[in-house]
């Protein structure tokens, strides 16, 4: 990522846009990505994924502990160990006990985990140290989710998983701590269109850029049928 920052759309057909916009097909789930690195640096210590598989779509950010390549080494790793774990289970502590086993005497990371089932219409989600998740239904009301405190590794492994049930139209807000959550949700307030909302951010961001940032804005549209 560049310090720049880019911006990417997840929705329709595969259509590159000016601005760094990326226009591409995710099932009942609209995605938008902004990512940029602290002011100085060439590398993001932030990593993230996400995935729609089996019927359910599964997003994850890690922030690697202060910033640039060894910060990028530890969150990709972290992320890597995602990846792999849920080919063999969905269960959030599961994955977050594989992460930590992978992180062993390695710099540490705060990370984020969102699992959305789009059969039941449930969600649920588990954040260690400042990495923010936040819903939004369609009518406005928000809801932040308490974070586990600390970060991984963990010798404790002991970890916070909550859940809920989400509606069509309902936003789900993830972050790093680079990214100005008192903008974030104000925006919101004004709309839930997910391009809107990261041009909106993206115009602003420059005036804090003390930290490398990720901030991931996903909307529910529909589940699938049963």
């Not at 591409?24 to 940029?36: E, L, W």
């Not at 599964?58 to 690697?64: H, Q, R, T, Y």
């Not at 701590?177 to 809107?196: A, C, F, P, R």
């Amino acid at each position: 990522t560049t310090e720049k920052g880019t911006c990417k759309i997840k929705r329709g057909t595969s259509i590159r846009k000016p601005g760094g916009f990326i226009l591409s097909c995710v099932n009942c789930v609209d995605v938008g990505v902004f990512q940029q690195a602290k002011h100085g640096n060439s590398c993001n210590g932030d990593s993230y994924f996400y995935v729609e598989m089996d019927g359910k779509f599964i997003c994850a950010i890690a922030d690697g502990l202060g910033s640039g390549e060894l910060a990028r080494e530890s969150s990709k790793l972290a992320i890597d160990s995602i990846r792999e774990a849920i080919e063999i289970s969905y269960d959030i502590d599961y994955l977050l006990q594989q992460c930590n086993k992978k992180l062993m005497k390695k710099r540490g990371v705060v990370i984020g985990i969102l699992m959305i089932d789009l059969y039941n219409f449930s969600y649920d989600l588990s954040s260690i140290g400042n990495v923010r998740i936040i819903t939004i239904s369609p009518d406005g009301e928000q809801k932040k989710h308490i974070p586990t405190y600390g970060y991984l590794p963990d010798i404790a492994k002991t970890y916070r998983v909550s859940n809920g049930v989400w509606v069509p139209g309902q936003l789900f807000m993830m972050f790093s701590d680079g990214i100005d959550e008192k903008t974030i949700l104000s925006n919101t307030i004004m709309t839930h269109d997910i391009k809107t909302l990261m041009n909106e951010y993206k115009n602003v961001h420059e005036k804090w850029n003390r930290d490398d940032s990720t901030l991931i804005a996903i909307k529910c549209n529909n589940g699938l049928p049963n």
